[in-house]
């Protein structure tokens, strides 16, 4: 049970650094379609 507990410490630092660091979940994908286009195909 300890080494989960250290494992999820070592997360939440590993986290705050990234946090830290800018967004820690980039999520730069822009879609080029719409569903309605592409059945309207």
Same mark, same amino acid.
């Given at each position: 049970? %300890?080494? /989960?507990?250290d #494992?999820?410490? #070592?997360?939440? #630092?590993?986290?705050?650094?990234? &946090?830290? /660091?800018?967004? @820690?979940? @980039?999520? %730069?994908?822009? @879609?080029? /379609? &719409?569903?309605? %286009?592409?059945? /309207?195909?």
């Amino acid at each position: 049970m %300890d080494e /989960s507990n250290d #494992q999820i410490q #070592q997360r939440r #630092q590993k986290l705050a650094r990234l &946090r830290e /660091s800018g967004n @820690p979940y @980039p999520n %730069d994908f822009k @879609p080029d /379609s &719409r569903a309605a %286009d592409l059945l /309207s195909r």
